[in-house]
């Protein structure tokens, strides 16, 4: 009988030249070990290094720099607005968060298991630097991670389901790990918002795909911003069903040094641009803003203008006071009203618009 044996290296010395090693190592796609095994190499020689510790540096540092140039790729295709970390992130600026709460959400596990995030915050609290610090650990943990603005989300996918092209577009928001949103309801969205991004939620939601999303609307007010209360709750409901809401309070981390919320009173409420919730004062009548406007005008104007502009005047409206337009503003106006200064300033704006 013949008895079999294991191939093995061949007795013989081989010998080749560092041109005859340059295409082996191209194709074995080893471009970090081409550069640095003459280094290595003088080096072992040099400290009597074994065969086993001159392969195993070379192949460690192989891995390190595909780990790094994978790192470096995967964090410029994710699009961040800026780069940032959980180690830079202030938490002594937060009253219950703590980044022990947060642990879950750096681990590797928080991909695997599909987990989400709501970060919700007025301006300033830190929402996006917590976002990106969490997307750049997931990329770090060896996922992919895309960020983007609900704006843009909304304005592609909207702009593809019009020419048909939706469920194209709507990979580049499934397909990554990790996915955040940023921003919600910051802007204006056109009619079709709950639409588009209920399609990229479910999707990812049936995938077990985590999301991250901030916002500084409650959540009770999805509904407005995205149009349709219904579809806000069924987007919130599949977010949260894995996911965490998160409080960010605490001052804004950009005019901090200012004092701003120490200078504002205790329980005031900031008017909104729509008009909701507006002035409880009622709006003022024209002759009330005509009086308003010109009185502001007439503060500017000095002691001496004030006595010229009284003799001036008194001639003008020897010369108008036959013109019907100003006799008419002069018969629905009431002495305890308006002061003299009051009647000159709207005699000059109603009639001749002279800017004072």
């Known amino acids: 009988m013949t008895s079999s044996h294991n191939p093995g290296p061949t007795s013989k010395k081989p010998k080749l030249s560092d041109g005859q090693l340059e295409p082996l190592f191209r194709r074995l796609n080893l471009a970090h070990t081409r550069r640095i095994y003459q280094d290595v190499a003088d080096r072992a020689e040099k400290e009597n290094w074994s065969y086993r510790d001159f392969l195993a540096l070379l192949l460690a540092e ?23 970390t959980i180690d830079e992130f202030d938490f002594s600026l937060q009253t219950t968060l703590r980044q022990s709460l947060l642990g879950s959400y750096l681990g590797p596990d ?12 007025k301006t300033g609290r830190g929402k996006t630097h917590l976002a990106v610090a969490i997307g750049y650990r997931a990329i770090q943990n ?8 609900a704006a843009e989300l909304v304005e592609e996918l909207s702009n593809a389901s019009k020419k048909g092209h939706l469920q194209e577009s709507l990979l580049t928001f499934t397909r990554p790990h990790v996915l955040v949103v940023d921003e919600v309801g910051y802007l204006t969205y056109g009619p079709d918002a709950a639409n588009v991004l209920f399609h990229v939620v479910n999707n990812r939601h049936l995938r077990r795909r985590p999301m ?63 008009g909701i919730n507006g002035s409880e004062f009622s709006e003022p009548t024209a002759a009330r803003a005509n009086h308003l406007r010109t009185t502001s005008t007439l503060q500017g104007i000095t002691f001496r203008n004030r006595l010229q502009l009284l003799k001036d005047f008194r001639v003008m409206l ?14 629905y106006v009431s002495p305890c009203e308006y002061k003299i200064q009051d009647l000159i300033s709207m005699t000059l704006f109603n009639q001749f618009q002279i800017t004072l």
Do not use: M
Request: aromatic content about 10%; some cysteine.
């Open 142 to 149: 060896g996922f992919e991670t895309l960020c983007t603005t």
């Open 318 to 331: 020897i010369e108008v006071t036959c013109h019907p337009t100003v006799s008419e503003q002069f018969c």
């Open 62 to 84: 192989e891995v390190a720099h595909r780990k790094q140039t994978r790192l470096q790729r995967f964090t410029c295709k994710a699009h961040f607005p800026f780069f940032k």
């Open 212 to 274: 991250i999303f901030t916002t500084n609307k409650p959540l009770s007010e999805w509904g407005k911003v995205l149009h349709d209360e219904d579809l806000a709750a069924a987007i919130l409901d599949r977010v949260l069903e894995r996911g965490r809401f998160i409080h960010l309070d605490g001052p804004s981390g950009r005019t901090r040094h200012l004092n701003l919320e120490e200078a504002l009173p205790a329980g005031s409420e900031r008017l909104r641009i729509s």
């Open 110 to 121: 928080f991909v695997t298991e599909g987990r989400s995030l709501i970060l919700y915050g």
